[in-house]
């Protein structure tokens, strides 16, 4: 069996049979196909859409939030370097060489990392978290 794409979207079937043509006809399920998939491409995109959008949202909320509702998520990590990024957070290096943990705030879905090593913290900027956006949309 040949299949040769037209520019409709539409395939043409032909089958061969010793070497010559018998029948040719046209694949009515393949537009079907076509379709499930076009609309399967557009969902992925409206997808695409409601989580930069969702993002925005986020940033927009981290400017405003004061973040006083925050929990550690997951489980305690070993410290693996520093969190802190320059320009943004001060590095303390009392902090390294213990654990690191993620906190989240439900309130603008935002989460960063802490190193901390008995008293001594040293945290991250907060930014959107990508698993929580993920999980809304």
């Not at 040949?2 to 395939?11: H, N, V, Y």
């Not at 043409?12 to 694949?27: I, N, P, S």
């Not at 990590?77 to 290096?93: P, Y």
Request: hydrophobic fraction near 35%; charge should be positive.
């Amino acid at each position: 069996m040949k299949i040769k794409q037209l520019p409709t979207g539409e395939r043409l079937v032909k089958r061969y049979r010793l070497g010559r043509c018998f029948a040719a006809a046209w694949a009515a399920d393949s537009t079907v196909e076509q379709l499930a998939l076009d609309r399967e491409r557009e969902r992925g995109r409206e997808t695409e859409r409601e989580v930069k959008r969702l993002e925005q949202v986020a940033w927009h909320a981290l400017a405003t939030c004061p973040h006083v509702r925050t929990y550690e998520v997951g489980s305690p990590a070993g410290f693996t370097g520093s969190v802190a990024v320059w320009g943004q957070t001060d590095e303390n290096r009392a902090a390294h060489g213990g654990v690191r943990v993620q906190e989240y705030c439900p309130t603008c879905r935002c989460s960063r990392a802490v190193n901390i090593n008995m008293w001594s913290r040293e945290v991250s900027p907060w930014t959107p978290d990508p698993e929580a956006i993920a999980r809304e949309s």
